[in-house]
């Protein structure tokens, strides 16, 4: 059974950079499967922010590509999320998922999401 | 980019009465959509994926239909535990990218 863990601050300056690892255990991250970060405002519903494989190819959200970067480590079977130049509008629960391929691509496994505020 | 629209925002119903959830979609996805039920506190959880096929573990009176732009999440006889809210998700190809649904949320009458 493939668990997700994401760790990190929890409290980000305005215009900083949040950075999240996500620990992948019961199972590789060099699996044929894309690796996601996904993000959850308080109240609010799910925005991808964007997927990565185990070969480094990376997928973002267009709204977020200029600031985003996910790298994988499979030498420590985790990967991370960057975010730049935050604002309160980046306080969210941040998810990392594992995909499911059947006919489409679906989320089957998740963590169990990190809250990040954006503060002074 | 597609566009996923849930009706309605918010369902009241009374534990053993039928709850039908709806998500367009603003250009065909195939049959390729799937659903997440979301409880307070807690990560989302896959229902449904392919439209139809109910994932590991999912109880019988969680169903989907659909294909191209309509799909439909039907829970036959509510459980006090199915009030929660609830995600269609799908997935482009090209260019890659995952949009969700603003989400239906089950609450009890």
């Known amino acids: 059974q493939v668990q997700l863990q994401e760790s990190g601050p929890g409290l980000v300056k305005p215009s900083g950079t949040l950075s999240l690892t996500c620990a992948v255990s019961?199972?590789?991250?060099?699996?044929?499967?894309?690796w996601s970060w996904i993000r959850q405002p308080p109240g609010k519903g799910l925005e991808w922010i964007g997927e990565?494989?185990?070969?480094?190819?990376?997928n973002y959200n267009p709204s977020l590509k200029s600031r985003v970067t996910i790298s994988v480590d499979k030498s420590k079977n985790q990967f991370s999320l960057k975010l730049s130049s935050v604002t309160a509008a980046d306080t969210a629960v941040y998810y990392c998922?594992?995909?499911?391929?059947?006919?489409?691509?679906?989320?089957?496994?998740w963590g169990q999401g990190t809250l990040v505020t954006v503060s002074s | 980019e597609i566009v996923l629209t849930q009706s309605p925002a918010t369902l009241s119903l009374s534990p053993g009465e039928r709850a039908t959830l709806s998500c367009r979609a603003s250009?065909?996805?195939?049959?390729?959509l799937a659903w997440y039920q979301q409880k307070p506190g807690q990560a989302p959880r896959l229902l449904i994926y392919?439209?139809?096929n109910r994932a590991t573990g999912i109880p019988a009176r969680f169903s989907g239909s659909g294909s191209g732009t309509d799909f439909t999440l039907t829970i036959s006889s509510l459980e006090p535990e199915d009030f929660a809210v609830y995600y269609c998700?799908?997935?482009?190809?090209?260019?890659?990218?995952?949009?969700f649904g603003q989400g239906t949320k089950v609450e009890i009458k």
């Open positions: 998922a594992r995909t499911l391929y059947s006919s489409g691509w679906y989320v089957g496994y």
């Open positions: 019961g199972g590789s991250i060099s699996s044929s499967n894309w």
């Open positions: 990565i494989y185990h070969s480094g190819s990376t």
């Open positions: 250009q065909s996805v195939s049959s390729y």
């Open positions: 392919d439209a139809s």
């Open positions: 998700q799908q997935r482009s190809n090209w260019p890659p990218s995952w949009t």
